[in-house]
């Protein structure tokens, strides 16, 4: 099964979760509530380890079933 297939979130929602946290008003654990994940994927969202964008990586894929373009770490 393809990685994007397991994804909880939506690559909207994680830009959101990264403007959220640099206001500086919510933590980890906070946001992770809020957006039903664990704090460690928010720190993964954060620091640009997961739901990457194609600034960090230069890469555009499909999401399967959707029209949405979404963005993977180069290999």
């Known amino acids: 099964?393809?990685?994007?297939?397991?994804?909880k979130l939506?690559?909207?929602q994680a830009q959101e979760i990264r403007?959220?946290?640099a206001t500086g008003?919510?933590?980890y654990r906070s946001l992770g509530m809020r957006f039903g994940v664990s704090g460690k994927a928010v720190k993964?969202?954060?620091h640009n380890?997961?739901?990457?964008?194609?600034?960090v990586t230069g890469k555009v894929f499909f999401e399967p079933?959707?029209?949405a373009s979404v963005f993977c770490r180069p290999n």
Request: glycine share 4%; net charge neutral; proline share 3%.
């Open 19 to 21: 403007r959220l946290y």
């Open 49 to 55: 380890q997961s739901y990457l964008t194609p600034e």
């Open 1 to 7: 099964r393809d990685r994007m297939d397991n994804r």
């Open 44 to 46: 993964n969202i954060v």
């Open 10 to 12: 939506t690559f909207d």
């Open 65 to 67: 079933g959707t029209n």
């Open 25 to 27: 008003n919510h933590s």
